[in-house]
Every structure is written in structure tokens, then in C-alpha cells.
């Protein structure tokens, strides 16, 4: 590229410079907007742990402790998923937090805390919660277990539907291909050519099937994502029932009076700064397995040559050269159009 300025504005040394600074800013914002990391979903911990704060200042309010309870539960979810993804990249397995942990500690670390303390953290919570509250727990629970079986049902017909959409492509290829089976002669599955035009029906054949074959491989792809969906769905709604009837046994139980209002309160606190803590050791591994398999932002963009600096003036001798040769042959035309108007008048005279 180039940079045109007046000598006035920068000298030959800070044109130079400017010149150098771009590629470098460029790749500094290129690294600021995370091309040089792994996009991987995970969860912020300065949000976990800013929501801890709000449940210990609300005190014991239902809607809070069973808020902070669904965030804390997603959280640990995501960051086992997040780091069950990062143990896929190379030499993952190497690095290391600023604790002394690998990738695999962790993912022991977050799985431990999230069945041994964080999910029964979360049942005492919403039994404490039903407990202080029935009212306000039902409202909340009712209407999240409505919202998860509509979306099972809305998942479960969109499977219908693809699959309905599946069975009948499947179907009219096989008519099709039993209509053509004895229309036209073919050589073991390959293009038969006539003088009549029949190559070109066949060639034309030839791209509708395999058009045909791609529709009906991205149609499976999505049929299968669609099944998956349900399955996923119908988890969720099997794991609240499940929930509800463990809160109902819960409490039944005579230790529920004691697990109520600031015990849950507190160990909901403390397992959102263990969990953020890991989170935070989670991002350092992988900041530093990006920065070692990434490009570096000193390579992401550089030039194949040095910069060249040229000054030109505001006339240049080609511009002076160019103009002289034009004004001669101007006064040359002038001269012979003199000399053709005295002659004329010589002749006139």
C-alpha cells in the first residue's frame, strides 16, 4: 500500500515508522478480538462469583437462592464440557495452570465438586426454598417444567416432520429408479452414448441424482440432530421430575429445618468461588495452549519488504520535460499557421 503526505506533516524517519506500525496494530487488534485463541464456550467467572455476592447481600430470598442455584449448576456443567473439548487439542495434555494442575486434574477436580457438593447444594436449596416459600416454588418450578416440555414436544415434532420429509424422498427415489429401470439400456451403471441425444438425458440424470444424494445427506444430518435434540430434551424433563421427587423426600425429612435460609446461602458462596476458581486456572491452560499452537500476533501480519520512503516535489523534472516539449510543438503549429497567413495575404495582394 501506499501513504502519501506533505513533508511538513512527517519526516522520512516517522514515515517509516508509520509505515512498520501498521501490520503491527493490525495483528494487536486481530489478537484483542481473538484470533489468536481457541473458541471454546467458557463461562465467565467474574459473572459467577458477582452473582454470588448479590445471593449473600439478598439474605434468604427464595427467587434469589434458586436463581444463583440454576446458574451455579450450568456453570459446572460448562466448564466440564469446556475442558472434556480442550483435552481433544494437541498438546493440551502438557500444559499447565499457575497451580500446578493439567487439564486432567481439573476435569477430576470439577467433576468431583460438581456430584459430591455442588448438585446436592442445589437439592437442599430448592428443598429449603419449597420449605420457606411453597407458593413461590411452585410458581417457579411450574413453570420452568412447562417451558422444558414444551421445548421436548417442539423438538420431538420437528423430528416428525424430518423424518416424514426422509421417508418420502426414500421413496420416490426408489419409484423413480424402478420407472428407469427398463427405459433405457445402460453398461454396468455407466453413460450410454447415442447419436439420438440420449447422453445428454443421461448426463442431465446423472446431476439430478446427485443432487438428489446431497439433499438426502444433509436431510439425514439434520434427522439426526433432531433425534439427538429430543434425547437431550427429554433428559432434561426426566431430571426435574427426578428433582421434584427428591425435594418431596427431602423435605419429608426431619434435618430440612436445619439446612435452610444461611447454610444453604453460604455453601451455595463458597462452591461458586471453588468452581470459579477452577474456571480461572481453566482459561490460563487454555491461553497458553493458544499462544503455543496459535500464530503469534509478531506473525500475523508483517511485510515482505522494507518500507520505502520517496519524496517527490510539487513539479517534477519529468512534469517540466513533458510541458517544454508540448509548448515547442505549440509554437511550431503557431509558426506554420503564421507563415500560412502571410503567404495567403501575399497572394490576396
Excluded at 46 to 69: F, M, P, Y
Aim: proline content about 2%; glycine content about 6%.
Amino acid at each position: 500500500f501506499t501513504i502519501t503526505c506533505t513533508a511538513a506533516q512527517l519526516s522520512a524517519g516517522e514515515a517509516e515508522r508509520l509505515v512498520e506500525a501498521i501490520p503491527a496494530e493490525w495483528a494487536r487488534l486481530s489478537e484483542a478480538g481473538g484470533v489468536t485463541a481457541y473458541e471454546f464456550p467458557l463461562p465467565q467467572a467474574k459473572d459467577l462469583r458477582a452473582s454470588a455476592d448479590a445471593l449473600s447481600k439478598s439474605g434468604s430470598e427464595v427467587a434469589a437462592s434458586i436463581l444463583h442455584a440454576e446458574l451455579l449448576r450450568d456453570f459446572v456443567e460448562s466448564v466440564a464440557r469446556t475442558i472434556a473439548s480442550m483435552m481433544t487439542v494437541q498438546g493440551s495434555e502438557l500444559a499447565v495452570a499457575s497451580g500446578g494442575e493439567t487439564l486432567i486434574d481439573l476435569r477430576q477436580k470439577v467433576l468431583a465438586l460438581q456430584r459430591n457438593l455442588i448438585m446436592p447444594a442445589y437439592i437442599d436449596t430448592m428443598a429449603a426454598a419449597q420449605e420457606k416459600s411453597p407458593a413461590e416454588f411452585l410458581s417457579i418450578t411450574g413453570v420452568r417444567r412447562r417451558m422444558l416440555e414444551a421445548a421436548l414436544t417442539e423438538s420431538e415434532q420437528r423430528s416428525e416432520v424430518l423424518r416424514e420429509a426422509l421417508s418420502q424422498l426414500s421413496s420416490e427415489q426408489r419409484d423413480t429408479r424402478v420407472d428407469g429401470a427398463g427405459g433405457m439400456p445402460s453398461r454396468d451403471g455407466g453413460v450410454l452414448a447415442n447419436v439420438d441425444g440420449s447422453f445428454i438425458d443421461r448426463v442431465i440424470e446423472q446431476a439430478v441424482k446427485s443432487r438428489d444424494v446431497e439433499y438426502r445427506r444433509e436431510l439425514s444430518e439434520r434427522t439426526v440432530e433432531a433425534d439427538l435434540n429430543v434425547v437431550e430434551q427429554k433428559a432434561r424433563v426426566e431430571f426435574e421430575t427426578w428433582l421434584l421427587t427428591t425435594i418431596d423426600e427431602r423435605r419429608n425429612a426431619a434435618a430440612v429445618a436445619q439446612t435452610t435460609t444461611a447454610s444453604t446461602t453460604q455453601r451455595l458462596v463458597s462452591l461458586s468461588n471453588q468452581i470459579a476458581d477452577l474456571a480461572d486456572r481453566t482459561r490460563e491452560i487454555l491461553g497458553a495452549v493458544s499462544k503455543r499452537n496459535l500464530n503469534p500476533a509478531s506473525v500475523l501480519y508483517k511485510g515482505d519488504i522494507a518500507p520505502i520512503v520517496s519524496t517527490e516535489r510539487v513539479v517534477s523534472t519529468r512534469t517540466l520535460a513533458v510541458a517544454g516539449v508540448g509548448l515547442w510543438f505549440a509554437l511550431l503549429g503557431l509558426s506554420a499557421l503564421a507563415g500560412a497567413v502571410q503567404d495567403r495575404r501575399r497572394a490576396l495582394a
